[in-house]
């Protein structure tokens, strides 16, 4: 279902503010200042105790070891056209003058397009723990269902190999703004995504 959302370009631009602003401040650590503690002189040096390292930010390295040079031209590709495609999307979407918005997973839909076209990448939403926003978003297949389940209980992947095709469902995280349409009472709330890809059997 679409609806306008004359706010959405706005959320969208301010998403990227912050999720540059999030690279910059997880890049920079803090530093500390120096602490005198009672009983210890001004100036005098004491040896820091080592403390384990904490992680920063949410997101977690997924960096491969180098690639092989086919390996990483295609990836490169693929990287490029997603990325590609989600600019040209955004601003059909969101920046042409008197144009109806649509909801952004709607949006993203021309993307998964892209994905289908050009690598036969088939993608698709899946309503999990929040109202679905299009009947055609709930689970239809068995692993979708499984997919559901599993997702529901806070793990980050279902996946699956039948038939010669690679199935993976992952996770992902409604936020405030995400909520006000995607009603539901249910603490951290996901919806997911499935991803198909053909593979060659083993």
Known sequence: MTHPQHSLAGHSCR????????????????GTLPV??????????????KKPKKKTGSL??????????????????????IFESTLLTM??????????RVIPSRALEDVFYTGRRRWGVEARWL?????A?????????VFEKAAV???????????????GTYRMAAPIVLFA????????????PVAGLVLSMPVKSE
Request: aromatic share 2%; glycine share 4%; hydrophobic share 35%.
């Open 36 to 49: 005198t503690k009672p009983g210890q002189a001004a100036g005098t040096k004491k040896k820091p105790k």
């Open 15 to 30: 998403g990227l503010l912050i999720a540059a602003l999030a690279v910059v401040l997880i890049s920079a650590a803090p």
């Open 149 to 163: 389940r599993v997702l529901a209980t806070g793990k980050k992947r279902h996946e699956e190999v039948r038939d």
């Open 127 to 131: 309503a999990v723990s929040a109202q």
């Open 91 to 100: 601003h059909r979407h969101y920046f042409e003058p008197d144009k109806q």
């Open 177 to 188: 703004n995400c909520i006000r349409c995607h009603t539901t009472r249910r603490r951290n």
């Open 60 to 81: 977690k390295s997924l960096a491969a070891k180098p690639l092989p040079l086919e390996q990483a031209r295609q990836r490169a590709q693929l990287l490029h056209d």
């Open 133 to 141: 926003m299009n009947i055609d978003h709930k689970p239809k297949t």
